[in-house]
Nanobody
Framework: QVQLVESGGGLVQAGGSLRLSCAASGRTFSFYAMGWFRQAPGKEREFVAGINWSGSSTHYADSVKGRFTISRDSAKNTVYLQMNSLKPEDTAIYYC???????????????WGQGTQVTVSS
């Protein structure tokens, strides 16, 4: 069983920062890569950032590279997304996703959290 719960979203002004958290159930969290995806109204859900099972490798969408940082804490079964220099186009629901294996994947599995809303005002 996979349970993912996102938190940390909110309303911020352009240029501001938010830190999202994704709490995962079970020890198996430590054996899978994790990713963050986002979906704006009327648009496809898109890959944002990924981190491999150990946290030694990360990958980012070009649109967020240099502004967002993904990390994980195995002791807390939690993956984070630090978002800096936020832009209005970052506005979306952000979802946590468990990858099918140990490597970062831009194509998601069906293992999603409920999502957390991020709204960036201009």
């Amino acid at each position: 069983q996979v349970q993912l719960v996102e938190s940390g979203g909110g309303l911020v002004q352009a240029g501001g920062s938010l830190r999202l958290s994704c709490a995962a159930s079970g020890r198996t969290f430590s054996f899978y890569a994790m990713g963050w995806f986002r979906q704006a109204p009327g648009k496809e859900r898109e890959f944002v950032a990924g981190i491999n099972w150990s946290g030694s490798s990360t990958h980012y969408a070009d649109s967020v590279k240099g502004r967002f940082t993904i990390s994980r804490d195995s002791a807390k079964n939690t993956v984070y997304l630090q978002m800096n220099s936020l832009k209005p186009e970052d506005t979306a629901i952000y979802y946590c996703n468990r990858a099918p294996g140990v490597e970062v994947a831009t194509t998601p599995t069906s293992y999603w959290g409920q999502g957390t809303q991020v709204t960036v005002s201009s």
